[in-house]
């Protein structure tokens, strides 16, 4: 099955090459199972990450797939979404980390944060010149902005509101993203509850923030 859009195929066989591109670079496999030579270089899965990436915005910009997940269509029966944002190679993706932290690769992480950066962050964002909701204005990418014009008033919160829910409830951020509004109830004007839209075990229970 194929879709074709401005003459490029794509097709069931691209989430292998997905996957097969990724192989030989970053797996300690080669794509017919047998392993690789200690002296073969092997790259990291964060070069892995990167190489997904690339091709998630190759099949989404330029040949406009999009980012939704590639799935049957229930109207045309057709396979419509990106290639690169499949359950194969979600699933291959997962199985990779697994392996590189076993075989000893530690991964890569940003600072922790602190609850002072959090309360840097808020007070930042809720200065009168960030905090402020402003009227659309179309501009250009040529003209450029200043470091500090990175986003607007609702940007702003709306990132707030996701680094102060990872912070508490332990997320990474790519759970964050999962989280959609009906996921949100408001309590009080100083209680939130927030339902995981996904499985996240803890070992002493829950807590009601």
């Known amino acids: ?15 292998i090459k997905i996957v097969h591109l990724q192989q030989l670079r970053c797996d300690d496999r080669n794509f017919d199972g ?17 190489m997904r990436a690339a091709m998630t915005y190759g099949f989404g910009r330029l040949c406009g797939l999009g980012a939704l997940p590639w799935h049957q269509s229930e109207v045309t029966g057709k396979m419509v979404g990106n290639p690169s944002v499949s359950e ?9 980390r ?25 007070e930042l964002n809720n200065r009168p010149e960030n905090s402020t909701v402003k009227e659309y204005a179309a501009g250009s990418r040529k003209q450029g902005k200043p470091e500090h014009e990175w986003g607007g008033a609702r ?15 332990l997320l990474r951020f790519d759970e964050v993203l999962k989280i959609q509004m ?20 803890n070992q002493f229970g829950g807590e009601f923030l």
């Not at 408001?186 to 509850?193: F, L, P």
């Open 88 to 96: 194969t190679v979600g699933t291959y993706m997962t199985s990779l």
């Open 182 to 201: 009906h996921d949100i109830e408001w309590v009080s004007d100083t209680c939130i509850k927030l339902t995981l839209p996904f499985r996240k075990t």
């Open 98 to 122: 697994r392996r590189k932290v076993r075989a000893g690769e530690t991964a890569t992480s940003a600072r922790a944060i602190t609850q002072e950066t959090l309360g840097k962050l808020y």
């Open 1 to 15: 099955m194929y879709l074709c859009v401005d003459n490029v195929r794509v097709s069931l066989f691209n989430q």
């Open 34 to 50: 047998t392993m690789k030579l200690p002296s073969e270089t092997r790259d990291t899965y964060n070069h892995a990450q990167k």
């Open 155 to 169: 940007a702003r919160r709306l990132l707030t509101l996701a680094y102060v829910l990872s912070f508490l409830c």
